[in-house]
Each structure stands twice: as C-alpha cells, then as structure tokens.
C-alpha cells in the first residue's frame, strides 16, 4: 500500500504493506517495542511469522487478519525478548519452526529447520533468502523477499536497524564481524530501494543508510 509507513506502537493498530503475491503485516508487541512480521501469500493464504516476541493473544488476532492460519514461525535470534510466544504460538498452531543453526539451542522449543546462509524458506509460492549476519548473535538471520514485480524486502532482527547495526556490547571483535556481514552480504548486494524491516522501531531503506557506513565503523557500534 502506497501509505504505509512502518510506524506501529504497542497495543496499537497492524501496519499493512500489499504486494504483488505478499502481505506485509506489522505490530509491535511487547514494552520493548518488538516487532512481529506476518507474511501471507497472496496466491495460497500460508502465512509465515518472523518472531514470535510476545503477546500470543495479540499475535494470534494478527494471523486472524490474514488467513487465520500459521504455517511457520522462524526466529531472527536467540535473545529472549524475540521468542517469549513462540511456545504458546507453536503450541496453537502446530507451525513449523525455524531458525539459524548457531542459535537454536537457545530457543524454547524444538527448532526444525536449522538455517544457514545462502538457505531458502518457503511457504505458499513466496521464497525468503536466508543471510547469516554473525555478530549480534552467532546464529542472527535476515530474511530477503525479492519481490519479482518491485524492490526487495528485507527482515533483519537485531542487526540492522535505521542508524547502526546491532549491539555488540562493546566487544570490538563481534562489532566487526557483524558490520563485515551486513556491509558485504547486504549492502554490497543489494539496492537503495530495498526496505528493510528490524527487530525494534522504525524501517528503512538501503539508500537511506547507505552513506553512513563509514560512520558507523569508525564509531565502533
């Protein structure tokens, strides 16, 4: 939708993104302003969530505004503010669950399909690429939709955000491997009109941040 801006808070309305063969939905989910993700194909109504962060009330009225199903969950991280739904959600709905294999152990429920980089994940017709981003967490993942009739879309967790990357708690060796990732398998590879969507907050695009990549690695974080 040509008005949709990213801009959600807790307990406040769904931000709604129509695509070609996607929905984009957006609600923020906890006092922290976590933001789940639910995707729907337009072609056959399976529905993906990326994190399951809280509110398992709120995040099933959020699948009920799509199709009312849920066909997989995949966790961009293993911190505990991204996954404290994910037992009740995965427990309703019997959805499938996904997340990057250097992670996984820490989740709180059995992770079936462990991701690595370069991996897909599929439900209904749509394709997500899978980009490990090493450095916030050890097993971070990015989602990227290549939408075949606009701009790509991109889901980050905690490792892009409008402004930085992720935290690295100061620890200089994960700062530069995580600003590494995100400046070589993301900006290196993708456009200016790509949209990315974080973990916390407000969206982006590409272009946006784009020119302060210097800044950002010669600040440390």
Not at 17 to 46: F, M, P, W
Not at 140 to 152: N, T
């Amino acid at each position: 939708m040509s008005d949709y801006t990213g801009e959600v808070v807790p307990g406040g309305p769904t931000a709604v993104r129509e695509l070609a063969h996607l929905v984009i939905r957006k609600a923020s989910v906890s006092e922290q302003d976590n933001n789940a993700y639910l995707l729907t194909c337009r072609d056959t109504g399976e529905q993906l969530l990326v994190d399951a962060a809280d509110d398992a009330p709120r995040l099933t009225a959020l699948m009920n505004e799509g199709t009312g199903w849920l066909d997989a969950v995949v966790t961009t991280h293993q911190h505990w503010d991204h996954h404290r739904a994910l037992p009740d959600v995965v427990g309703h709905t019997g959805a499938r669950v996904a997340a990057g294999a250097d992670d996984a152990d820490a989740l709180p429920v059995p992770v079936g399909e462990l991701l690595h980089h370069g991996d897909r994940v599929t439900f209904g017709h749509v394709v997500l690429e899978v980009i490990h981003l090493r450095g916030h967490t050890p097993g971070s993942v990015a989602l990227l939709y290549r939408d075949p009739e606009g701009s790509p879309h991109l889901f980050t967790g905690d490792s892009l955000f409008p402004g930085g990357v992720g935290n690295t708690q100061g620890d200089a060796e994960r700062f530069a491997s995580l600003i590494d990732d995100v400046e070589l398998r993301i900006f290196d590879e993708l456009p200016d009109e790509t949209w990315f969507y974080p973990g916390h907050g407000a969206d982006s695009t590409l272009g946006a941040e784009r020119p302060h990549l210097p800044e950002w690695r010669e600040r440390g974080w």
